[in-house]
């Protein structure tokens, strides 16, 4: 079935260095690609998307390319901030157009240390 | 309200006991979700509802879950019989339709002792 693997935190890193953060996935047919953020006391938060290969979603200095030939989305940035210390989550939508039916991966802790 | 409203945030459960957990979603939105999510897990899917029909309960993980959305607005997960397994946190979604962005509560974290 379709699945979203994504690398295991947790992270840390000092205040301006770069983030990666590795997702790929196993899906049938054409899914879109999502990551989500989780502050702490906060509810999942729709970071960026991308609905084809190829397409890059960006937000909040963060990006991330759809890769259909690596099945990869991984989420980049190039000077993190303590502000951005949160969990983040790869999801996938296996179903056409779909945003609300999501597979997600098992989320990624970042901690920035200024 | 301005968002994806779920109470209680936290509920403590004996093994046995029945509960019933509260979504209220952004006024409007048609699309309502349900997601489970267990200690250092991602959230799994529940069910799914498109105003008061529960169009996909293909996550529900077994007989006890049970969920509803009678007037197409608010929707409540039920859990009859908790066991030790059902713990974990229960996340509300709802978005303009099934193609638009979710809005995610903050959830209710259930702890069945």
């Known amino acids: 079935g379709n699945s979203v693997t994504q690398m295991e935190g947790p992270v840390t890193l000092s205040e301006e260095a770069f983030l990666t953060i590795n997702c790929t996935y196993t899906?049938?047919?054409?899914?879109?690609l999502f990551w989500y953020v989780q502050y702490p006391g906060e509810g999942l938060q729709l970071l960026l998307k991308?609905?084809?290969?190829?397409d890059k979603g960006s937000n909040k200095g963060f990006e991330a390319t759809y890769r259909k030939e690596t099945t990869s989305f991984h989420l980049e940035k190039g000077s993190v901030q303590v502000s951005d210390s949160a969990v983040y989550f790869c999801?996938?939508?296996?179903?056409?157009?779909?945003?609300?039916?999501?597979?997600f991966g098992k989320g990624t802790k970042l901690s920035v240390k200024p | 309200g301005a968002g994806v409203s779920q109470s209680p945030r936290y509920k403590v459960a004996k093994r046995g006991q029945d509960v019933a957990l509260r979504c209220d979603p952004i006024?409007?939105?048609?699309?309502l979700f349900w997601y489970q999510q267990a200690l250092g897990q991602g959230p799994e899917f529940l069910t799914y509802?498109?105003?008061?029909?529960?169009?996909?309960k293909s996550g529900l993980p077994s007989d006890r879950f049970f969920a509803e959305r009678p007037e197409g607005s608010v929707s409540t997960l039920k859990i009859q019989r908790t066991q030790q397994e059902d713990s974990a946190v229960y996340l509300c979604?709802?978005?303009?339709?099934?193609?638009?962005?979710?809005?995610f509560g903050q959830g209710t974290r259930l702890t069945v002792v």
């Open positions: 979604a709802s978005s303009q339709t099934r193609e638009t962005e979710a809005f």
């Open positions: 999801a996938l939508s296996d179903l056409r157009g779909s945003q609300g039916n999501l597979i």
């Open positions: 006024s409007g939105h048609v699309s």
């Open positions: 899906a049938t047919g054409y899914p879109s």
């Open positions: 991308a609905t084809k290969a190829d």
């Open positions: 509802f498109q105003n008061e029909a529960q169009l996909d």
